[in-house]
T-cell receptor, first 112, second 113 residues
Protein backbone atom coordinates (compact mmCIF):
# COMPACT_ATOMS: atom_id res chain seq x y z
CA UNK A 1 0.00 0.00 0.00
CA UNK A 2 1.30 3.45 -0.89
CA UNK A 3 2.07 5.78 2.01
CA UNK A 4 -0.08 8.52 0.50
CA UNK A 5 -2.93 7.78 -1.89
CA UNK A 6 -4.86 10.26 -3.97
CA UNK A 7 -7.45 9.95 -6.69
CA UNK A 8 -5.41 11.02 -9.74
CA UNK A 9 -8.49 12.43 -11.47
CA UNK A 10 -8.60 14.33 -13.68
CA UNK A 11 -11.33 16.48 -12.24
CA UNK A 12 -12.92 18.70 -14.87
CA UNK A 13 -15.14 21.41 -13.42
CA UNK A 14 -16.66 24.66 -14.69
CA UNK A 15 -15.68 28.02 -13.32
CA UNK A 16 -17.45 28.78 -10.08
CA UNK A 17 -17.84 25.16 -9.08
CA UNK A 18 -16.87 23.69 -5.75
CA UNK A 19 -14.51 20.74 -5.89
CA UNK A 20 -13.07 18.52 -3.18
CA UNK A 21 -10.06 16.22 -3.14
CA UNK A 22 -9.38 13.50 -0.63
CA UNK A 23 -6.15 11.85 0.36
CA UNK A 24 -5.48 8.89 2.64
CA UNK A 25 -2.25 7.98 4.38
CA UNK A 26 -1.05 4.75 5.91
CA UNK A 27 1.48 5.84 8.54
CA UNK A 28 -0.31 6.74 11.75
CA UNK A 29 2.91 8.39 12.99
CA UNK A 30 2.53 11.13 10.40
CA UNK A 31 2.74 14.47 12.12
CA UNK A 32 2.52 17.26 9.58
CA UNK A 33 0.32 17.58 6.55
CA UNK A 34 0.31 19.89 3.56
CA UNK A 35 -1.23 20.55 0.19
CA UNK A 36 1.15 21.55 -2.57
CA UNK A 37 0.18 22.82 -5.98
CA UNK A 38 2.13 22.01 -9.13
CA UNK A 39 1.47 23.71 -12.44
CA UNK A 40 2.31 21.90 -15.64
CA UNK A 41 6.08 21.60 -16.09
CA UNK A 42 6.70 23.70 -13.00
CA UNK A 43 7.94 22.99 -9.50
CA UNK A 44 5.65 22.15 -6.56
CA UNK A 45 4.68 25.11 -4.40
CA UNK A 46 3.22 25.03 -0.91
CA UNK A 47 -0.49 25.85 -1.03
CA UNK A 48 -1.31 25.42 2.63
CA UNK A 49 -0.54 23.45 5.75
CA UNK A 50 -3.29 21.29 7.22
CA UNK A 51 -4.08 21.59 10.91
CA UNK A 52 -6.04 19.23 13.10
CA UNK A 53 -8.76 21.78 13.67
CA UNK A 54 -9.09 22.44 9.96
CA UNK A 55 -8.06 25.67 8.34
CA UNK A 56 -9.14 28.02 5.62
CA UNK A 57 -7.27 30.31 3.28
CA UNK A 58 -9.59 32.31 1.10
CA UNK A 59 -11.41 29.90 -1.20
CA UNK A 60 -9.40 26.93 0.05
CA UNK A 61 -10.32 24.81 3.07
CA UNK A 62 -8.24 21.94 4.38
CA UNK A 63 -9.37 19.28 6.82
CA UNK A 64 -7.53 16.53 8.68
CA UNK A 65 -9.10 13.43 10.18
CA UNK A 66 -6.42 11.57 12.15
CA UNK A 67 -8.73 8.77 13.25
CA UNK A 68 -9.55 7.86 9.66
CA UNK A 69 -6.16 8.97 8.34
CA UNK A 70 -7.38 11.20 5.58
CA UNK A 71 -6.93 14.77 4.49
CA UNK A 72 -9.17 16.84 2.27
CA UNK A 73 -8.94 20.02 0.25
CA UNK A 74 -12.04 21.98 -0.74
CA UNK A 75 -11.89 24.68 -3.40
CA UNK A 76 -14.86 27.01 -3.64
CA UNK A 77 -15.72 29.27 -6.58
CA UNK A 78 -13.14 27.64 -8.85
CA UNK A 79 -11.10 29.91 -11.11
CA UNK A 80 -9.42 29.04 -14.40
CA UNK A 81 -6.13 29.72 -12.64
CA UNK A 82 -6.83 26.90 -10.16
CA UNK A 83 -6.09 24.38 -12.93
CA UNK A 84 -3.08 22.43 -11.68
CA UNK A 85 -2.05 19.22 -9.97
CA UNK A 86 -2.70 19.17 -6.23
CA UNK A 87 -0.29 17.09 -4.19
CA UNK A 88 -1.12 15.70 -0.77
CA UNK A 89 2.02 15.70 1.37
CA UNK A 90 2.94 14.53 4.84
CA UNK A 91 5.92 14.48 7.14
CA UNK A 92 6.47 11.68 9.64
CA UNK A 93 8.93 13.30 12.00
CA UNK A 94 11.42 11.57 14.24
CA UNK A 95 14.50 10.47 12.30
CA UNK A 96 12.59 11.31 9.12
CA UNK A 97 12.08 14.87 10.32
CA UNK A 98 11.86 17.14 7.33
CA UNK A 99 11.30 14.30 4.88
CA UNK A 100 8.19 14.98 2.85
CA UNK A 101 6.21 12.10 1.37
CA UNK A 102 4.11 13.10 -1.64
CA UNK A 103 1.02 11.55 -3.11
CA UNK A 104 0.87 11.14 -6.88
CA UNK A 105 -1.28 14.22 -7.23
CA UNK A 106 -4.81 15.01 -8.38
CA UNK A 107 -5.22 16.83 -11.67
CA UNK A 108 -7.76 19.65 -11.72
CA UNK A 109 -8.93 21.39 -14.87
CA UNK A 110 -11.27 24.33 -14.53
CA UNK A 111 -12.99 25.25 -17.81
CA UNK A 112 -14.98 28.34 -18.82
CA UNK B 1 14.81 37.34 -3.04
CA UNK B 2 16.17 34.75 -5.43
CA UNK B 3 14.64 31.32 -5.27
CA UNK B 4 16.31 27.96 -5.58
CA UNK B 5 18.42 27.88 -8.73
CA UNK B 6 19.08 24.72 -10.69
CA UNK B 7 21.05 24.00 -13.80
CA UNK B 8 20.86 22.79 -16.41
CA UNK B 9 17.13 23.02 -16.96
CA UNK B 10 17.19 20.29 -19.59
CA UNK B 11 19.65 17.54 -20.34
CA UNK B 12 19.63 14.83 -23.00
CA UNK B 13 22.28 12.12 -22.83
CA UNK B 14 22.85 8.64 -24.09
CA UNK B 15 22.67 5.73 -21.69
CA UNK B 16 25.87 4.84 -19.87
CA UNK B 17 27.01 8.47 -19.99
CA UNK B 18 27.58 10.46 -16.79
CA UNK B 19 25.48 13.51 -15.92
CA UNK B 20 25.57 16.10 -13.15
CA UNK B 21 23.01 18.53 -11.82
CA UNK B 22 23.72 21.66 -9.81
CA UNK B 23 21.63 23.40 -7.18
CA UNK B 24 22.02 26.72 -5.38
CA UNK B 25 19.58 26.98 -2.46
CA UNK B 26 17.95 30.09 -1.10
CA UNK B 27 20.48 32.16 0.80
CA UNK B 28 20.62 31.18 4.46
CA UNK B 29 18.82 27.88 4.00
CA UNK B 30 20.75 25.19 5.81
CA UNK B 31 18.67 22.21 4.70
CA UNK B 32 18.86 21.04 1.12
CA UNK B 33 16.94 18.23 -0.57
CA UNK B 34 17.18 16.39 -3.85
CA UNK B 35 13.99 14.80 -5.16
CA UNK B 36 13.21 12.71 -8.22
CA UNK B 37 9.85 13.10 -9.94
CA UNK B 38 8.61 10.65 -12.54
CA UNK B 39 5.80 11.56 -14.90
CA UNK B 40 2.42 11.35 -13.19
CA UNK B 41 3.95 10.84 -9.77
CA UNK B 42 4.82 13.01 -6.80
CA UNK B 43 8.43 13.84 -5.97
CA UNK B 44 10.42 11.23 -4.04
CA UNK B 45 13.24 12.19 -1.72
CA UNK B 46 16.72 11.06 -2.77
CA UNK B 47 18.88 12.79 -0.18
CA UNK B 48 18.69 15.47 2.51
CA UNK B 49 21.55 17.66 3.73
CA UNK B 50 21.88 19.59 6.95
CA UNK B 51 24.63 22.05 6.05
CA UNK B 52 27.30 19.82 4.50
CA UNK B 53 26.16 16.60 6.17
CA UNK B 54 23.98 14.08 4.37
CA UNK B 55 21.51 13.12 7.13
CA UNK B 56 19.16 10.98 5.04
CA UNK B 57 20.38 9.23 1.90
CA UNK B 58 18.47 6.00 2.38
CA UNK B 59 16.62 6.41 -0.94
CA UNK B 60 19.69 7.28 -3.00
CA UNK B 61 20.76 4.42 -5.34
CA UNK B 62 24.37 4.51 -4.31
CA UNK B 63 25.64 2.21 -7.03
CA UNK B 64 25.22 4.95 -9.60
CA UNK B 65 24.11 8.10 -7.81
CA UNK B 66 26.27 10.39 -5.72
CA UNK B 67 25.79 13.82 -4.22
CA UNK B 68 27.86 16.39 -2.42
CA UNK B 69 27.47 19.70 -0.65
CA UNK B 70 31.03 20.49 0.22
CA UNK B 71 30.71 23.99 1.70
CA UNK B 72 27.18 23.63 2.95
CA UNK B 73 25.72 25.84 0.22
CA UNK B 74 25.65 24.61 -3.40
CA UNK B 75 25.09 20.96 -4.13
CA UNK B 76 25.65 18.63 -7.05
CA UNK B 77 23.91 15.37 -7.86
CA UNK B 78 25.66 12.97 -10.20
CA UNK B 79 24.59 9.85 -12.05
CA UNK B 80 27.22 7.56 -13.49
CA UNK B 81 26.42 5.68 -15.62
CA UNK B 82 22.93 6.85 -16.54
CA UNK B 83 20.25 4.30 -17.43
CA UNK B 84 17.09 4.69 -19.48
CA UNK B 85 15.00 4.52 -16.31
CA UNK B 86 16.72 7.58 -14.91
CA UNK B 87 14.74 9.81 -17.25
CA UNK B 88 12.80 12.06 -14.89
CA UNK B 89 12.75 15.53 -13.36
CA UNK B 90 15.32 16.12 -10.64
CA UNK B 91 14.15 18.72 -8.16
CA UNK B 92 16.20 20.53 -5.57
CA UNK B 93 14.54 22.14 -2.56
CA UNK B 94 15.76 24.06 0.46
CA UNK B 95 14.46 25.17 3.82
CA UNK B 96 15.78 27.23 6.70
CA UNK B 97 15.85 24.13 8.85
CA UNK B 98 14.20 20.66 8.85
CA UNK B 99 11.06 22.18 10.31
CA UNK B 100 10.78 24.91 7.72
CA UNK B 101 8.73 25.10 4.57
CA UNK B 102 10.49 23.62 1.58
CA UNK B 103 10.95 25.74 -1.51
CA UNK B 104 11.58 23.95 -4.77
CA UNK B 105 13.73 24.89 -7.70
CA UNK B 106 12.47 24.60 -11.30
CA UNK B 107 14.08 21.19 -11.71
CA UNK B 108 16.28 19.57 -14.31
CA UNK B 109 14.51 17.46 -16.92
CA UNK B 110 16.71 14.52 -17.82
CA UNK B 111 16.14 12.37 -20.88
CA UNK B 112 18.31 9.30 -21.28
CA UNK B 113 18.31 7.82 -24.79
Amino acid sequence: RKEVEQDPGPFNVPEGATVAFNCTYSNSASQSFFWYRQDCRKEPKLLMSVYSSGNEDGRFTAQLNRASQYISLLIRDSKLSDSATYLCVLSVGGTSYGKLTFGQGTILTVHP
Amino acid sequence: EAGVVQSPRYKIIEKKQPVAFWCNPISGHNTLYWYLQNLGQGPELLIRYENEEAVDDSQLPKDRFSAERLKGVDSTLKIQPAELGDSAVYLCASSLDPNGSQYFGPGTRLLVL
